[in-house]
């Protein structure tokens, strides 16, 4: 951590641009996305939350990147067909938004629950969202 900046993905996050306080990614995650192993912080920052515990993981049965209908899902947990997306504020304007709509509606058509999150509400609550998730399986 340098000045209010987190050092752990190709390029500086700025802490405050990402409502990301400073130490919240592990060492485990941060080299996990210096390998270029996430798509993005906000999905590596939910799956280290998703997976923290000593015995178990919060959300049983979490996988990433799941294809289902010609999608790839950000994680799923298929049993249950529930679909998690994170979300940029870049995918969702013009085009994206038009066809991360229609994408939502085929997964509803075929019995998947779709919940999604803003990079905000990774940021800002990573904890809360996956007690979210974790509600609905209850």
Known sequence: IFGGVTMCYREPINAK????????????????LWLGRWASPMEALFWQEANRGLFRRRLPGLVKQYPVSG???????????????ID???????????LDKIRQQNLEADGWRVVR??????YAMP???????RSLLD
């Open 17 to 32: 641009r990402f409502w990301v306080k400073p130490g919240v990614f592990s060492l485990k995650t941060c080299f996990e």
């Open 71 to 85: 999608y790839y899902l950000d994680f799923a947990i298929p049993d249950r067909k529930v679909a998690i997306e």
């Open 88 to 98: 940029g504020a870049e995918w969702h304007t013009g085009e994206r938004a038009m």
């Open 117 to 122: 999150f803003t990079g905000r509400d990774i």
């Open 127 to 133: 904890a809360g969202c996956v007690r979210y998730v």
